[in-house]
């Protein structure tokens, strides 16, 4: 397999064959659910988000559509999707979920499970504008390369955190949105 052609197929066998080992929710107790939705273009792309300006928390950054977990909501895998239908338009039968990733606390304070999931390659998605300024496609295989992230160490509330930062294009990737890919990346066993 060379560097720039990394199949749908080949991610498939590599990401289940290194299925992480999920613990149980701990501290925090407010949980979220982002989806991670790779589109499967001949080609394989990644589908983010960049969040409207006028949101409360995190306005104009990148992300993966998802939210926070309602109380009717069964599973964090349906609050990925229902999320995602409410922000992109993206009808939770039109996703095969794969798994999950290792959940991650945001700087928000809530422990936020990635759903990794396929999408076909002739869906359609459509944002909410309420929600999000914008959408696009990365090449999976661009985002996974792990050399397109550069470490920031901050200091926060007398902790310090390492965030990731990237560009694609005219966005800035950063923050948990590059974590989670970089975790998919690391996952998979991608250079």
Request: hydrophobic residues 45%.
């Amino acid at each position: 397999m060379t560097a720039d052609s990394l199949t749908l197929p080949q991610f498939l066998t590599r990401f289940m064959l290194q299925q992480p080992e999920i613990q149980p929710a701990v501290l925090p107790t407010r949980r979220a659910a982002v989806l991670v939705p790779i589109i499967a273009r001949p080609q394989p792309t990644l589908l983010l988000t960049r969040r409207a300006d006028s949101l409360r928390k995190h306005a104009g950054q990148v992300a993966f559509p998802g939210g926070m977990m309602d109380h009717s909501d069964p599973s964090l895998v349906f609050t990925a999707l229902r999320e995602a239908e409410e922000e992109v338009a993206i009808t939770p039968a039109s996703v095969k979920v794969i798994g999950t990733l290792p959940a991650v606390t945001s700087s928000t304070g809530f422990q936020v499970t990635p759903v990794v999931g396929i999408l076909p390659d002739t869906i359609t998605y459509h944002p909410s504008e309420d929600e999000v300024a914008a959408v696009f496609e990365m090449p999976l295989q661009e985002a996974l390369r792990l050399g397109r992230y550069t470490p920031l160490d901050i200091h926060r509330h007398g902790t310090e955190h390492r965030v990731w930062l990237s560009w694609f294009e005219d966005y800035f990737v950063w923050g948990m949105t590059a974590g989670i890919i970089r975790q998919l990346s690391l996952q998979i066993g991608q250079p």
